[in-house]
């Protein structure tokens, strides 16, 4: 029986798999049970304590997503930059509640709080799922399910980073945003001798094919020099490829006149499938096979996902509240460009990876190019010159406690911690 209960058409009952899914707890639960942790959100509350108090469940976890006292309990709603402790700041919007013990605070106030035996968190699994600003959310429902004697299994402390667009695509030609074969080609073998120093993986998403004059060519015609890094680094153990579909255009689109990049939102079967096999075969040839396909923009259509589950491959999902890894879809545990990060404090990666919730980091083809686009020079210099000198790719890949794997290991350690089987690496 599983440790936790939610209600069917809960809105928290993707969030109560979720849950069960990281900490290995059985499945959820459709009736309450003595034995059972209630999972709900604020509509749910009384209903839950009520439970609660009458024995029917040892506990219960809701989710207060909006100020007010729907729940039963105070709640505000306030912006800025919360401290959890040294290197946790986050900055970000937060619901802070006003009444119960408290179980987890920051320097804005109190975001989880006990009372009458419930667990209540200023959270909103659909919202801050995937939120790097929520990481305390976790914390505090482990807390409480082992203050409950619900015994917890997590995974060791991995994670896995993952570089999209790299070399560059023809999407980025179309836009002028192409960067030069010579650059990019310095910048990763740089990169390859960092991870190797640190004894990180960089899961890299590439593109078969790009644009020469208009007509579709080869990659490495184009980017010679950066694929031949790739495949050094490859070679190495520093990267590991990720099929990120053909052109990273769609081709109906772009006759058109229209410059969609979503290629694999609207093809059929039969054109997804050798789409697949022509980007497949020339990583084979490159670079190495891969073993997940991440579409652009995670857009993969039915027939794109069926077709790649038809050859075996993994596919990448953005973050979303539910099991990790489920029917060869890898769901992302953290938000592309990590919404809620405050300068350079990354801590709040390590606490999740402390308590189970293995890190998805991903991101673009100029290395978090997207971080650097939304720090105003005038507003924050120093920050902004420090992340010139060593990118956030740099610095995640040398956190202490996290071990940042390649696809194949990690979703072979995902594997076996949803069968129960040998604990993953450590």
Known sequence: MSALHARPG?????????????????????????????????????????????????????????????????????SGVASFGPGARVAGEFVLLERGEPAAESSLGVHAAVDSGVLYLGYDPDRDWGRLDSFWAFEAAAAYLRERAVELTLLPPIGALRLDDIPGTALHQLQDRA?????????????????????AVLNVAVSAEALDDGARVPLDRVWPRSVEALRDGVERGAYEPVCHGLLHLDTDALERGEVEFREFGSL??????????????????????????????WTYGEAGDEQAAARGLVRWYRASPGPVLSDGRLRETLIGELPGIHELDYAPLQRLA???????????????????????????PVLLARLLLKRDVTRIMRLPGIRWLGAAEFVAALERHADGRAEAPG
């Open 10 to 78: 809960s809105e928290a009952e993707t969030w109560a798999e979720g849950l069960a899914w990281l900490w290995r707890l059985g499945a959820v639960e459709p009736a309450p049970g003595p034995n059972a942790i209630g999972v709900g959100t604020e509509s749910e509350a009384a209903e839950l304590s009520r439970v609660v108090q009458a024995g029917e469940l040892r506990g219960a976890i809701v989710a207060v997503r909006a100020p007010g006292d729907a729940a039963g309990i105070p709640a505000r709603r306030v």
């Open 179 to 199: 960067k030069p074969d010579r650059r990019q080609a310095l910048r990763i073998r740089r990169t390859s001798t960092r991870l190797r120093a640190a004894g």
């Open 268 to 297: 059929d079967a039969a054109e997804a499938g050798r789409r697949l096999d022509l980007a497949l075969a020339w990583q084979e040839l490159h670079l190495a096979r891969p073993t997940t396909f991440c579409a652009p923009a």
């Open 354 to 380: 402390a308590v189970g919730v293995p890190p998805i980091v991903a991101m673009h083809g100029a290395l978090l190019d997207s971080r650097m686009v939304h720090l105003s020079p005038r507003r924050n």
